[in-house]
């Protein structure tokens, strides 16, 4: 017998949500101090990643257009360690995902796996940079600035974290992960540090998201505040606009769509409270018991890492998987990433794996269990809730309910259908 699933209640919760309107117009003033450092006819490289900035493409747009109008010639390389199965094609794919192509920024997309040995730190660590950046006059880093899923510092993922990992591709990656998490709290901003103050790098245009994925800052960091008080700056402004689920104990979380273009480990830990990596302690909230990850995003291009991170899947997300590209980048991330490719339990339909996490979620009564519905780990301002979470809801200023609860409705598939007014949907690109 299957269990009783309960309606859940649409919510949206008043966070801050600082945002840049005119996003170009922002990129090109924080670009002006480079004016003086361009000259006619250098080569510049910029940088690409895999996750889903939503404002990537007119970023990298705009860099191009200030670049070329100061003489430069630029150009983009995917910036993302092993992502893509580790090919220079599959990192294309990736790109493509994300919206980021020649058509779309104006910029070739010049991409290889090979990487040069640029120098090495003190204790003879190797540093690995992209060919085509390597052979460039410059490089210039367009990144977003956020909390890292694996450790905490000052420096996590950014700028630095974009120079040591993105841009040294599997080698890099590589030489960097197998430290394990504490080697990443020490090695990135380190090896950021050094490759910015090589005399390639211009700077870094970082951004940072608002809890709606929406561009909230653009700034210009220098060579020298990359893996610095810089960037410290700019996590620490993302790390007050992080919101996690909001409740103290959830039984059951289901998230709609995992996926690398939302957090490097598919579901953001940072946001569900559950990192699953030896010697990081687990958040003291939320305490989730049941995790159950529905689908696999498109963007993901097959690499279904973070899995790990859930209880409960279905036959739907498995099949998405190309395992090999999922392996590879499990291992190339070490510890961590061996971990979150675990795969869990997985059900047939996203009625049967619902239902199976309310039986296995400790309440004796289903209809009971406190349940919490987000569309992905990156976009958490909105979201469906069972009613017993209401008076928890309320305690937090200006959050609100929306309307009625509603049942989870499904397809003859049992597949979980959207809510038709596209509640809960991300913000598009």
């Known amino acids: 017998m299957q269990a009783e699933l309960p309606s859940l209640v649409p919510v949206r919760r008043s966070v801050p949500c600082p945002v840049v309107e005119d996003v170009e117009g922002a990129a090109r003033a924080a670009l002006a101090p480079l004016v003086g450092r361009l000259r006619p006819g250098m080569s510049v490289a910029l940088t690409a990643g895999s996750r889903g900035v939503r404002d990537v493409a007119r970023l990298l747009r705009e860099a191009g257009r200030f670049l070329r109008q100061a003489g430069a010639d630029p150009f ?15 990192q294309v794919g990736v790109l493509e995902h994300l919206g980021v192509t020649e058509a779309t920024t ?42 890292h899923t694996d450790f905490h510092g000052a420096i996590e993922s950014g700028a630095a974290k974009m120079l040591a990992i993105g841009l040294g591709k ?20 380190e090896m ?20 709606r994925g929406e561009t909230a800052r653009v700034e210009l960091l ?4 990359i893996g610095a008080e810089g960037e410290s700056r700019l996590l620490e402004e993302s790390r007050r606009l992080l919101v996690p689920i909001p409740f103290e104990q959830v039984d059951v979380l289901v998230v709609d ?6 957090s490097g480990s598919g579901m953001d830990p940072n946001v569900i409270g559950r990192y699953r990596i030896e010697g990081l302690s687990e958040p003291a909230r939320p305490a989730v018991s049941i995790v159950v990850a529905l689908g696999l995003s498109e963007a993901s291009g ?38 979150r490719a675990h795969l869990p339990v997985h059900l047939p339909t996203d009625r049967e794996a619902i239902g199976a996490a309310l039986k296995a979620c400790g309440r004796p009564d289903p209809s009971e269990a406190r349940v919490v519905r987000v569309h992905d780990t990156a976009h958490v301002v909105e979201m469906m809730i069972s009613s017993n979470l209401l008076d928890e809801l309320a305690a937090l200023e200006g959050s609100r309910a929306c309307g009625p609860a509603r049942p989870m409705s499904f397809g003859p598939d049992g597949r979980l259908e959207p809510w038709s007014d596209g509640f809960c949907a991300p913000a598009g690109p």
Request: net charge negative; proline share 6%; glycine share 16%.
């Open 257 to 262: 769509e995992s996926g690398k273009d939302y």
């Open 170 to 189: 599997r080698r890099g990656a590589e030489t960097v992960h197998v430290h394990g998490p504490a080697g990443l709290a020490r090695y990135v901003p």
């Open 106 to 147: 104006g910029l070739p997309v010049r991409a290889t796996m090979d990487v040069v040995e640029v120098g090495r730190l003190p204790d003879g660590l190797p540093l690995y940079m992209d060919a085509y950046a390597a052979r460039a006059d410059a490089v210039l880093v367009v990144c977003r600035v956020k909390p």
């Open 192 to 211: 950021g540090r050094a490759l910015a103050g090589s005399g390639r790098v211009l700077g870094a245009l970082a951004v940072v998201e608002n809890p």
């Open 76 to 90: 983009i390389v995917p910036a993302m360690g092993s992502h893509g199965g580790a090919t220079a094609e599959g």
């Open 302 to 339: 097959g690499n279904g890492l973070g899995i790990g991170l859930a209880d409960i899947t279905t036959d739907r997300f498995v099949e998405a998987v190309d395992w090999s590209t999922t392996y590879l980048n499990a291992l190339t991330s070490g510890l961590g990433g061996v971990r």
């Open 222 to 225: 220098g060579p020298d505040e």
